[in-house]
């Protein structure tokens, strides 16, 4: 298995959240997290990022925020040139899945924990 650097954007340091079980299951599986939120708070010993750094090497981004809050998302999430963007259940956007398609980010509608579980992550 390689390692994924992903972003997670939607971090929670809520247990009953599934950004939060994401973020444990990614780190047991070996990848590299970036935890960003909206709220100052720490996860897996990694505080939540609430700015928008320009990382580099982002293989991954899983979204966990709904679509309403995404567009404020657009061009930074288009910024860091991911391989792809994984829309959760519940995240998937038409117009932002668009913009990664012109773009050349991959599109995927899946479940990051199943995809974990099933290996094709």
């Known amino acids: 298995m ?12 809520n247990p ?4 939060f079980k994401a973020i444990h299951k ?9 935890p960003m939120g909206i709220k100052k ?3 897996a010993g990694m505080q939540i990022v609430i700015n928008r750094p320009n990382y580099k ?22 910024s860091l040139k991911p391989k792809r963007i994984i829309f959760n259940p519940g995240t998937e956007n ?5 913009l990664c398609k012109e773009n050349k980010i991959e599109v995927v509608k899946h479940c990051t924990l199943i995809m974990l579980n099933d ?3």
Do not use: C
């Open 26 to 34: 990614l780190l047991k599986y070996g990848h590299s997290i970036i």
């Open 16 to 19: 009953s959240r599934y950004s």
């Open 41 to 43: 708070a720490e996860i």
């Open 94 to 98: 038409k117009e932002l899945m668009s």
């Open 57 to 78: 090497d982002i293989h991954t981004i899983t979204m966990y925020i709904g679509t309403q809050l995404q567009p404020q998302y657009y061009e930074y999430l288009i």
């Open 2 to 13: 390689t390692n994924k650097k992903t972003l997670v954007l939607g971090a929670s340091p």
């Open 119 to 121: 290996g094709i992550f």
